[in-house]
Structures are given as structure tokens and as C-alpha cells.
């Protein structure tokens, strides 16, 4: 009667656990679905800063008054950031504790590969980089 009592008291603390932290994982997602679309954006305002360069290199006509806005549209890079106190708290408990496989399976997943990518292509990948692929050509040319 102990081991059963044990057992359920042991379940119901798994369980209580795995609640609480599919609810901070999902709060953090929330919070990362802000960021990425503030990001997103803020680098179509860098494409449209890059036009407005080329134009003005090009001497075609562009309005003075949106040179400081497209200069910093030009010069400003971006950072990705992701909320993941709540899976660390996962991996830390242990991965089992969802015990869902698919819902684990894409958790990992998130985590593991696609913040990982998203990461690299904002911080990591030269073509993202306005200021290091276009601003440099207009400030040594």
C-alpha cells in the first residue's frame, strides 16, 4: 500500500511539474513570437533602407528628409532572442517528464534546431548583416 501510495504522490508531482513547465515554455513563445515579428519587421525597414541607398548613389530622386531614418535602417543589426527558462527547467527535470512523444518531439525540435537556425541566420548570416554588406560599400567606396 506505501510503494502505490509513493507511486501516485511521485505521478501527481511529474504531472504538476509537467504543467507548470508547458505553461512557462508556452509564456516564453508568446514573448518570442514578439520578437521575431519586431525583427522581421525591422529588417524589411533595412531592405527599404538599402534602396533608398542604392537610389541615392545612383543620384535618382529621394527625399531628404528620410536620409537619417534610412541611415540607421542601413547601419543596425539584430539579435535573436529566445525565452528558454522554461525548457531548461524541462531538460533539467528530465526530457521525459512531457509525456507526450510528438508534443517532447517538437519541443526538442524548437530548441534544439529551428531557434538554433533562427540564431544563425540573424546574427551569423552575412546577408542579413545590412551594415556589414551594405553600409561598408558606402562608407570605403
Known sequence: MVFVLNNWNE?????NAEI???SEISSGLVEDIEDIHINMAEHKKGIEACKHWRRVLNNKNFSPDSVQKN???LTRDFISIQNISG???LKSKGLEIIKKDTLR??????YE???TLLKKLEEQYDEMQFQ?????AVTYS
Not at 518531439?105 to 524548437?110: Q, T, V
Not at 556589414?132 to 561598408?136: D, G, L, R, S, T
Request: contains cysteine.
Open 87 to 89: 525548457y531548461e527547467t
Open 11 to 15: 505521478n501527481r508531482r511529474d504531472k
Open 20 to 22: 507548470k513547465i508547458l
Open 105 to 110: 518531439f517538437k519541443i526538442i525540435s524548437l
Open 132 to 136: 556589414e554588406i551594405c553600409f561598408k
Open 113 to 115: 534546431y529551428d531557434f
Open 71 to 73: 541611415y540607421l535602417g
